[in-house]
Structures are given as C-alpha cells and as structure tokens.
C-alpha cells in the first residue's frame, strides 16, 4: 500500500526557479511529497505566478499589515497549518524566519543558500564570492534556526567559480546545482532519512531500518 505524501510549504521572495524545481519533482507519482501552499512576503514575486500556473494554493502575506515581525510570522505559521503543511522550505525567501514558525516547525524548516557555509552569508553571496575572488563557491541546504544562514547543514556542493565570471553567469551555475539538490533535501527529510545531532546532520541509507522509510 502507497503512503500518503508529506505536505510542505514553500516561502518564497522573488522568481521562484527552486519552486520551480520542486513542482516539477512533485508531479512525479513517486516522489514522497506535495506542495501543500506557497507563500509570498511580496505582491510581485514571479513564484506566485509559477504556483498558480500549477494549481497550488498560493498566498501573499503584506508585512506592513502586522505590529511585529512575529506577528507576521505567526500569520504566516497559522497559513502553513491551514494547508496541513508539515515541512517549511524557504526557497529563496528574504526574510529572517522566527520563533512562531520555528517553534511550530522544529526540525522541519530548511533553507537554502547560494555559498558554502559559513562563507559568504547573506543576500549578495554570489557577487562576495567574486569580490573574494575565491575559486570555488557552492551551494548550502540547512536546517533554519534564529539567525541567518548558521543552522546545521544537511547538504553541500561545490561550484567552481569561472575567470571570466560575472554575478549572472555565475548565479546560472549555482542555481542549477541548487535545483538539483533542493528536492532531494525534501525527499531525505520525507522519508526521514534525516538525523540531527547537534550541528552534525546524518543521512541515513536507504531503508535503514531504524527510521521510517518508503
């Protein structure tokens, strides 16, 4: 008998290429989980566009609206319930997540970020990495906690950095790794694949008996 498919929530800001990824990884039968809603902190994010196109349920959420960051977090945490969503993924979003989505969440919310962590934190990862002049950058998934890009890294990939680079051509690379790996994340964690010890992060083998798996 199939099991039924875990139901994440994707936050987004802009484009939405990684949600993108995700839907199309989603409509495969297989694949152990749907996209429950998207939510966007901005009116114009072309991922809304996306998740309309594929039929999702999708929702803008105005931050000038609410007293507090939290309690705009908890608005979004109370949207995430509505849809049943059990996993977060931010996927390009540009907000620092807090408390009420994180307490809500534990374990259960993952980010995804353009460089090697702790290298190249922030919102210009890319264009820092240049500045740097490094010769490989990459990408990062992680677990989120309170602070920007320091939660418990599930995955790495290097990407190389190009002499004649500049911050688009570079971006295109990283974000075609990023595409790959960011559903992959989703499935480890939907099959509970993931283990947390402190920072470290274990990927258990497929069918490890010791965790659910499908």
Known sequence: MQKSKRVIGVL???????????????????????????????SDAFGLVRAERAGLPKVWLDRQEFDSN??????????????????????GYMRLVRSPILDAYPEAVINLHPSLLPSFT???????ALDYGVKVTGITIHFADAEFDTGPVIIQEVVPV????????????IHKVEHRHLPYAVKLWATGRLQTHGRRVRILPKGDKSREDI
């Open 70 to 91: 939290e309690a705009y977090d908890g608005a979004i945490r109370d949207k995430l319930r509505e849809h049943g969503v059990e996993l977060v993924v931010l996927a």
């Open 122 to 128: 922030g919102a210009s990862a890319a264009r820092d």
């Open 162 to 173: 190009h002499q004649n680079d500049d911050e688009k051509t570079l971006l295109e690379r």
């Open 12 to 42: 987004i800001s802009g484009s939405g290429s990684n949600l993108q990824a995700l839907i199309d990884e989603c409509s495969a039968p297989a694949f152990p989980a749907r996209i429950g809603v998207v939510i966007s902190n901005r």
